[in-house]
Structures are given as structure tokens and as C-alpha cells.
């Protein structure tokens, strides 16, 4: 396994975490018994990095892990959990105030069976709770040592420049980590927030790095999702967030690159993120021990520079205005620089 330091931060986890979303999920998740497998296997391979958040299964995920951890060096590994979404019927059991946050992180822990969190994120924007009660609140939690890091997840880029310039403001704990959706078919994040999180030193958790399951290769053009399969329960979300034509003929690139490889659609697709040095970590939701294995594979192995090209050529991805403009106007205000400023890129890593 190899490991990345977590954003700007002194932080070493495993670039693939283990996420915990279909852990007592009904339906397309899996139970007790086949998650305390997979946690065992995972530590064993070297994993180091878990992911939950109190709202997966309604707290069983939490619970879950918990229990499996006891047979496990809890200190050896870094627990990631997050709060934001409603967890009861009261007006405040949801959302970035303080009052919630200090309720919440209380809850985690006792679920999770532990008496500190590594990596405390919230789970998306609250539109009404001023950003520095929220930040003033995550603070307090790293001070108490409930909490050693903060991260955020599916805030916007002008979000996360806001925060940690608040944080920078008053002295407080600033976030290490986005955890935002990207994969090879939904790019958007190349836009705004991942060059946000290269500039504001975050390290980048990719959830749904499969698209659901769609990048297995398992689903087919014009075909109704297979009986039992993720997306068959999920058609509401996952069809018209993934299935496209454009999509399809990535899934269709993968396939020429795997028989070149010997690597499956899988490995290929969670190894294109992670050949983004601004991506710390892949965040797998295996629901079986076999999909785990089969993930791991990608704990060392690489794609060549050429392949993530060609990968990335399939996806048919535009960056869209201002970088647009910028790439036709450029040409009229530089040239002599030794260095041009890339998009996917910050302007000061020249590597
Ligand atoms: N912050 C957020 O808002 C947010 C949102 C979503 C997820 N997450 C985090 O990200 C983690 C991963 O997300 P995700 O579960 O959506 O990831 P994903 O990898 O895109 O999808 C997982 C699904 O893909 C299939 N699969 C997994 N491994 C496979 C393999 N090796 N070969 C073939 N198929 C495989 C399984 O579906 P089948 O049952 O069809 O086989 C599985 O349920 C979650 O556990 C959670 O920790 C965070």
C-alpha cells in the first residue's frame, strides 16, 4: 500500500480509504458479518484510512465500525466521519451550527466506540449558519482533542476559499480535505474546486471514484441495469447522473486499454485519479470482499502518462468558461515566460 500526506497537513493515509456507505445499507449493501470481513482485510492489506458519516444506514455504519474495530489497533488507523444531514426530528438536529456539531461529533463517537475522530468533515454548504460559528465550532472540537483534522466535502470552490481564509482570519484549525464526487465520467470538479483545494492546500477524497459501479463495465448501452446490480435500486440518482453516450464511450476505452493492460475497468479507472497528485485518496465502496481485493489492486500500480491521456481524451471533458477564454487570450498578454499557467495545475507547481 502506499500512503499520501493528507493535503497541507503532517497527515499520512492510505490512497485508497475504505468507504463504509453500503455498510447496513438494504438493498445493495452489505451486513455485519461481510463488512467486519472487509475492515479485517483492509487493515491487513495496509489500509490505513476509513470512511463513514453518521447518515450512511441511519448511524449502522457508524455502529458497525465501531464494532469491528475493536479487534483492531485503533490508534494505527485514521477515522473519518462527517455531519450535515438531518439525524432527527428536532428543528436543530441538522446542518453547520454550533449547537449541532458539538451534538453530533458526541453521537459519532459513541457509535463509532471511540473518544476521538481524526478527520471530522462536513457533509455539504449550510446556506444559513454563518460560516464562522461553523468554523469557531470545528476550532473548539481540535482544541478539546475530540477532533485532530477538519475537512469539508461538496462545498463549492469560492466555499473553500472562504472558510480557510476565515480560519487564516481568526486563527483557527483550517480544512485539509474536499471530499467531492469525481470519476472519469463527471469531471465537473476540474473547474473550480479542485484547483480551490490544490490553492488552499486540501487533498482531494474522491467519492463514487466508480460512478456507482458503472466504470466495472457491468451496465450496457440502451439496457436497463442488470437485476441486483447498485444502480438497479439507485435508477433515480444514478441514471441521470452517469448514464450518457459520452460516458458509455469511456466505458468503451477502458475496455481497448484492459485487454492491453490486463488490468480490469475497475483498476483502470480508480488508477486514472489517482495519477493526480492533487488526489489524495480514492474512497472505494466495495460491498463484497471479492470487490475489495479486486480494488486493492491499485494500492502501488500506476497508469502510464500515455494511458490517462487516452482516458482522459475519451471523456470528451470541457472545461468550460473562463478557462476557455483564458486559453484563446493568453497568447496576447505572455510568451516570454519560461512556464504557462495550466489549469490542471497551480500556477507555482512547476513539476
Ligand atoms: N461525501 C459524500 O457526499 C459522499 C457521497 C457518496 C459516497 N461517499 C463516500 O464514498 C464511498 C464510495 O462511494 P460509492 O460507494 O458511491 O463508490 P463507487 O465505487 O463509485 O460505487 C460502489 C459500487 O460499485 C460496485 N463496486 C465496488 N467495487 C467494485 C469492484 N471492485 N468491481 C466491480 N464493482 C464494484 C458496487 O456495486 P454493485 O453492488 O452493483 O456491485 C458498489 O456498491 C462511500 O462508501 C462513502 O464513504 C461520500
Given amino acids: 500500500m502506499n500512503y499520501r500526506y493528507l493535503g497541507r497537513s503532517g497527515l499520512l493515509v492510505s490512497r485508497i480509504c475504505l468507504g463504509t456507505m453500503n455498510f447496513g445499507m438494504k438493498d445493495w449493501g452489505c451486513d455485519k458479518q461481510v463488512s467486519s470481513k472487509i475492515i479485517g482485510e483492509f487493515i491487513e492489506s495496509g489500509g490505513n484510512f476509513i470512511d463513514t458519516a453518521d447518515v450512511y444506514s441511519d448511524g449502522i455504519s457508524e455502529e458497525m465500525l465501531g464494532i469491528a474495530l475493536r479487534d483492531h489497533q485503533r490508534d494505527d488507523l485514521v477515522i473519518a466521519t462527517k455531519s450535515w444531514f438531518r439525524m432527527g426530528d428536532s428543528p436543530n438536529s441538522k446542518g453547520l451550527s454550533r449547537k449541532y456539531i458539538l451534538e453530533a461529533v458526541e453521537n459519532s463517537m459513541r457509535r463509532l466506540k471511540t473518544d476521538y475522530i481524526d478527520l ?46 476565515i480560519a487564516e482570519h481568526y486563527g483557527l484549525e483550517r480544512f485539509i480535505s474536499g471530499q467531492h464526487l469525481y470519476n472519469i465520467v463527471r469531471r465537473d470538479i476540474e473547474r473550480e474546486i479542485l484547483p480551490a483545494c490544490a490553492d488552499q492546500g486540501l487533498g482531494l477524497l474522491c467519492w463514487s471514484p466508480l460512478a456507482s ?134 500556477p507555482m507547481d512547476r513539476n
Fill in 213 to 346: 459501479g458503472f466504470l466495472s463495465g457491468r451496465y450496457e448501452r440502451n439496457q436497463a441495469p442488470p437485476e441486483g446490480s447498485r444502480i438497479s435500486y439507485r435508477k433515480n440518482i444514478d441514471i441521470p447522473r452517469y448514464f450518457s453516450d459520452a460516458a458509455f464511450d469511456v466505458v468503451d476505452e477502458l475496455k481497448i486499454i484492459s485487454n492491453e493492460t490486463n488490468k480490469n475497468l475497475t483498476q483502470l479507472s480508480l488508477a486514472w485519479l489517482l495519477y493526480d497528485q492533487r488526489v489524495t485518496s480514492v474512497i472505494i465502496g466495495p460491498r463484497t470482499v471479492e470487490q475489495l481485493n479486486d480494488s486493492l489492486h491499485v494500492s502501488e500500480w500506476n497508469l502510464s502518462p500515455e494511458q490517462h491521456e487516452r482516458l482522459a481524451n475519451a471523456s470528451n471533458f470541457s472545461q468550460g468558461y473562463p478557462m476557455e477564454w483564458v486559453d484563446s487570450s493568453y497568447a496576447n498578454i505572455s510568451g516570454i515566460e519560461e512556464f504557462s499557467p495550466g489549469h490542471f495545475r497551480h
Fill in 120 to 165: 471530522y468533515q462536513v457533509h455539504g454548504p449550510d446556506w444559513f449558519t454563518p460560516m464562522e460559528e461553523t468554523m469557531r465550532a470545528l476550532d473548539d472540537l481540535v482544541r478539546q482533542g475530540k477532533v485532530r483534522y477538519i475537512g469539508c466535502s461538496n462545498y463549492y470552490g469560492w466555499q473553500i476559499v472562504k472558510a480557510n481564509a
